[in-house]
T-cell receptor
Framework: EAGVAQSPRYKIIEKRQSVAFWCNPISGHATLYWYQQILGQGPKLLIQFQNNGVVDDSQLPKDRFSAERLKGVDSTLKIQPAKLEDSAVYLC????????????FGEGSRLTVL | KQEVTQIPAALSVPEGENLVLNCSFTDSAIYNLQWFRQDPGKGLTSLLLIQSSQREQTSGRLNASLDKSSGRSTLYIAASQPGDSATYLCAGSSNTGKLIFGQGTTLQVKP
């Protein structure tokens, strides 16, 4: 069974530029999450989708971050414009059902903002 | 608001030692508790999931327990090996599936 796929693995941009990350969850997984992990910290939830609807985006900085999951499968996370403090690893995770709670993570996309 | 704390932040042990990693959470209304392993530059690998009605789970040399009343979970690693060196993260979930993570314990097992 294929795992959660993410791309790109690494991205370096200048501040105020834009960047987009892509995630393809495990086939059949209805719930998709985007987490931000700053170096030395645990991951923090940015947004949770159930199919193509948003369940929780309370910690998403909506002035600069956006995410979509148009067909209920893959998802894109965009940052525009990027700030220095956005340097982090962006992790995508998926789970079969909301209440099973077992999340499977991708390898992450490492963003460096200069 | 759920907060998850992991102690210690770092641990170094000689190979073969049994060890315990601790995780505490502030809200006993936790749904599931999941332990993850993270290698440098990698994503998170799920180790054990303790579901709402369970108290412990075992996989190989790993055993995780959950005590909701005291707000604690422990991850026990038996006969540690150098390949166990990694960061271990615990995370508690609400009934919406949202995980709240601790900051992790970085384990080094010396040959």
């Amino acid at each position: 069974e294929a795992g959660v796929a993410q791309s790109p693995r690494y991205k370096i941009i200048e501040k105020r530029q834009s960047v987009a990350f892509w995630c393809n969850p495990i086939s059949g997984h209805a719930t998709l999450y985007w987490y931000q992990q700053i170096l030395g910290q645990g991951p923090k939830l940015l947004i949770q989708f159930q199919n193509n609807g948003v369940v929780d985006d309370s910690q998403l900085p909506k002035d600069r971050f956006s995410a979509e999951r148009l067909k209920g499968v893959d998802s894109t996370l965009k940052i525009q414009p990027a700030k220095l403090e956005d340097s982090a690893v962006y992790l995508c995770a998926s789970s079969l059902e909301v209440n099973t709670g077992e999340l499977f993570f991708g390898e992450g996309s490492r963003l460096t903002v200069l | 608001k759920q907060e998850v704390t992991q102690i210690p932040a770092a641990l170094s042990v000689p190979e073969g030692e049994n060890l315990v990693l601790n995780c505490s959470f502030t809200d006993s209304a936790i749904y599931n508790l999941q332990w993850f392993r993270q290698d440098p530059g990698k994503g998170l690998t799920s180790l054990l999931l303790i579901q709402s009605s369970q108290r412990e789970q075992t996989s190989g040399r790993l055993n995780a327990s959950l005590d909701k009343s005291s707000g604690r979970s422990t991850l026990y690693i038996a006969a540690s090996q150098p390949g166990d060196s990694a960061t271990y993260l615990c995370a508690g979930s609400s009934n919406t599936g949202k995980l709240i993570f601790g900051q992790g314990t970085t384990l080094q097992v010396k040959p």
